[in-house]
């Protein structure tokens, strides 16, 4: 499509005046002049009749000003939706997040995301840290949410928020009434927790391997509801994250038991190949989270 000759022969027959034509264009009078003759050439026509005093458009001239007005229009029009479409949020992005997360964590990010980015379509994909890893290596998700890090060297890990854990017993564990307890209080107790894979779990078994634990026995639930519905009902122990029993502490439900001079802290952290670092939606997620959560200076 010869744009340039188009808008040059528009705007001449509007001002009817080579020299002004150039100035509003930028051009040269001869650049002017060639891009009506070329278009002449193209067409076959005389697009104006020239005088020392007159520039009148001719007929065929009329019909290729109709038309060329239309073409130019749309041409712009499409170049503006194509800018636009380019430059704006929108399409499909998958993202994967831990159980944790995904379930008490991610949620306040979603709504921002679908209020700031209303034409993003958000997919969300729930399971443990090893599954979310596996499903970022495969590219089965955009961006994922994990707890702890991961030792994928193929993967890009950045840390956005620290998160506490607590250990929690049901309101009649004869440690709940405790002001404080010690590691010694903690032996031979049994325990509920989530799956191998689980970054909680993880985290559990470090605790137990450090303080020289000994468990009285071990139930295994793949969910941190299910958990937390079998230590209200049971006389188990589990370690979980602050975000998870933050509503059932309030409500009375579980009790968090103070461990003397320990606390309990991990980093929970995105992840993505670097191939998908340069992708717009992947891009916009990380700037909206953090934003939510800025991270350490």
Same mark, same amino acid.
């Given at each position: 499509?010869?744009?340039?000759?188009?808008?040059?022969?528009?705007?001449?027959?509007?001002?009817?005046?080579?020299?002004? @034509?150039?100035?509003?264009?930028?051009?040269? *009078?001869?650049?002017?002049?060639?891009?009506?003759?070329?278009?002449?050439?193209?067409?076959?026509?005389?697009?104006?009749?020239?005088?020392?005093?007159?520039?009148?458009? @001719?007929?065929?001239? %009329?019909?290729?000003?109709?038309?060329?007005?239309?073409?130019?229009?749309?041409?712009?029009?499409?170049?503006?939706?194509?800018?636009?479409?380019?430059?704006?949020?929108?399409?499909?992005?998958? $993202?994967?997040?831990?159980?944790?997360? #995904?379930?008490?964590?991610?949620?306040?990010?979603?709504?921002?995301? !679908?209020?700031?980015?209303?034409?993003?379509?958000?997919?969300?994909?729930?399971?443990?840290?090893?599954?979310?890893?596996?499903?970022?290596?495969?590219?089965?998700?955009?961006?994922?949410?994990? %707890?702890?890090? @991961?030792? %994928?060297?193929? =993967?890009?890990?950045?840390?956005?928020?620290?998160?506490?854990?607590?250990? /929690?017993?049901?309101?009649?564990?004869?440690?709940?009434?405790? *002001?404080? /307890?010690?590691?010694?209080? =903690?032996? +031979?107790?049994?325990?509920?927790?989530?799956?191998?894979?689980? #970054?909680?779990?993880?985290?559990?078994?470090?605790? $137990?391997?450090?303080?020289? =634990?000994?468990?009285? +026995?071990?139930?295994?639930?793949?969910?941190?509801?299910?958990?937390?519905?079998?230590?209200?009902?049971?006389?188990? =122990?589990?370690?979980? +994250?602050?975000?998870?029993? %933050?509503?059932?502490?309030?409500?009375?439900?579980?009790?968090? $038991?103070?461990?003397?001079?320990?606390?309990?802290?991990?980093?929970?952290?995105?992840?993505?190949?670097?191939?998908? !670092?340069?992708?717009?939606? /992947?891009? @916009?997620?990380?700037?909206?989270?953090?934003?939510?959560?800025?991270?350490?200076?």
């Amino acid at each position: 499509m010869h744009y340039d000759a188009l808008k040059t022969f528009v705007t001449l027959a509007e001002v009817k005046n080579f020299t002004k @034509t150039a100035e509003i264009l930028l051009m040269s *009078q001869p650049s002017v002049s060639l891009h009506v003759k070329n278009l002449e050439k193209e067409f076959q026509t005389t697009l104006f009749l020239r005088s020392p005093k007159l520039l009148q458009i @001719t007929p065929t001239g %009329e019909i290729l000003y109709d038309r060329a007005k239309r073409m130019i229009t749309i041409y712009e029009q499409t170049r503006q939706d194509i800018l636009e479409h380019h430059n704006s949020i929108k399409g499909v992005l998958k $993202i994967g997040a831990s159980f944790t997360i #995904g379930e008490y964590i991610l949620p306040a990010l979603l709504i921002d995301l !679908q209020k700031e980015y209303p034409e993003l379509e958000l997919q969300v994909l729930i399971g443990n840290t090893d599954e979310i890893v596996k499903s970022v290596r495969m590219y089965q998700v955009d961006i994922g949410l994990i %707890e702890g890090q @991961t030792n %994928e060297k193929e =993967l890009s890990v950045h840390a956005f928020m620290e998160d506490e854990l607590f250990i /929690v017993s049901s309101n009649h564990h004869e440690l709940a009434h405790k *002001q404080e /307890v010690t590691v010694s209080d =903690l032996q +031979s107790q049994p325990w509920v927790t989530r799956e191998v894979g689980s #970054g909680t779990r993880e985290y559990l078994n470090h605790v $137990i391997r450090s303080n020289g =634990l000994k468990v009285k +026995s071990l139930l295994t639930i793949s969910s941190n509801q299910g958990i937390k519905e079998t230590i209200i009902k049971g006389e188990g =122990l589990s370690l979980l +994250s602050r975000s998870v029993i %933050e509503r059932d502490v309030q409500h009375n439900n579980l009790t968090m $038991i103070k461990l003397k001079n320990k606390s309990f802290n991990r980093t929970l952290s995105y992840i993505y190949s670097p191939i998908l !670092q340069d992708k717009k939606n /992947v891009k @916009t997620f990380i700037n909206v989270l953090n934003r939510k959560w800025p991270p350490h200076s």
